[in-house]
C-alpha cells in the first residue's frame, strides 16, 4: 500500500509486555531507558505506554505477579497478534 508519494509504507508497532510492577518498569523505561509516558491506568496502576523515537510499548500488570511468560501462557484473551496496515487478516 502506498500513499501515493513513492515512498515506502511506514510500519508501526507496539509489543504488549506483561511485567509484575508496571510502575517499577514503566519508571525505569523513562530513568533508564530515556522513555516517557503520561499516565498510567486503572487504580491500582495496571497499564502504561511509555515511548521514545516513535516506539511505543505497552506494559500491563496483571493481579497475580511471577507467571510464567510468553503472553499466551499468563493470558489466553491478549495472545500476540499484528496487524499489518492494508491486509485485512490480523497474523498470530
Known amino acids: 500500500m502506498s500513499d501515493g508519494t ?3 509504507p511506514r510500519w508501526s508497532v507496539a509489543p ?5 510492577d508496571v510502575v517499577t518498569t514503566a519508571n525505569y523505561y523513562r530513568d ?5 509516558y503520561e499516565r498510567f491506568w486503572n487504580e491500582p496502576p495496571s ?6 523515537s516513535g516506539v ?8 497475580e505477579i511471577g507467571l ?6 499468563v ?11 492494508g491486509s485485512t ?4
Open 47 to 52: 497499564f502504561c505506554m511509555v515511548w521514545r
Open 56 to 63: 511505543v510499548i505497552m506494559l500491563a500488570q496483571l493481579e
Open 16 to 20: 504488549y509486555f506483561i511485567v509484575d
Open 6 to 8: 513513492g515512498e515506502r
Open 68 to 73: 510464567t511468560r510468553p503472553n499466551h501462557t
Open 75 to 85: 493470558d489466553p484473551e491478549r495472545d500476540a497478534w499484528m496487524h499489518i496496515f
Open 89 to 92: 487478516t490480523p497474523m498470530r
Open 32 to 36: 533508564k531507558l530515556g522513555f516517557q
